[in-house]
């Protein structure tokens, strides 16, 4: 599980939404509520802008209340850096997978509803191995991509 903190602040009626990890990160909402799942929404824009500028994606820091990525993008993010960890390119990932780039272009795209058989493919080519538990939810937070739309 990946949560960031978000800062919420009151501003002018509004409730200004940040994260210290994302700087990039800046949005609003009318409330608590509404900021805090806006800054979810955002986190998710601002994980997919990284991974296309090709620019690290920092550990989470500490604090509450927490914007939780989903667990698809928490496995895109776990590849994305395992290949920049190894200096594999996606030509190089297209490559070992015997899959068009197209298709690595998908694994990577965390607004794409990638398969797991998928991601496990992605994994194990880079010699890595997924391992999945559960644990007890233990503070607030907003699951990002499922922000209230207007």
């Given at each position: 599980m990946l949560a960031y903190p978000i800062?919420?602040?009151d501003d002018d009626g509004s409730v200004l939404a940040t994260c210290p990890d994302f700087p990039e990160l800046t949005t609003f909402g009318d409330d608590?509520?509404?900021?805090?799942?806006?800054?979810?929404?955002a986190l998710q824009e601002a994980i997919a802008a990284r991974i296309h500028d090709r620019k690290d994606i920092p550990p989470p820091s500490r604090g509450e209340p927490c914007a939780v990525l989903p667990t698809l993008t928490v496995v895109?993010?776990?590849l994305y850096q395992?290949?920049?960890?190894q200096g594999i390119g996606k030509a190089e990932l297209a490559r070992r997978l015997g899959w068009h780039m197209p298709q690595v272009d998908r694994v990577l795209d965390v607004q794409h509803r990638s398969r797991?058989?998928?991601?496990?493919?992605?994994?194990?080519?880079?010699?890595?191995?997924?391992?999945?538990?559960?644990?007890?939810?233990?503070?607030?937070?907003?699951?990002?991509?499922?922000?209230?739309?207007?």
């Open positions: 800062v919420l602040q608590r509520e509404e900021a805090l799942a806006r800054a979810g929404d895109k993010v776990m395992g290949m920049r960890e797991l058989d998928q991601m496990d493919a992605a994994l194990a080519a880079m010699g890595r191995q997924l391992h999945v538990s559960d644990a007890p939810a233990s503070a607030p937070t907003v699951a990002a991509g499922h922000g209230r739309r207007r």
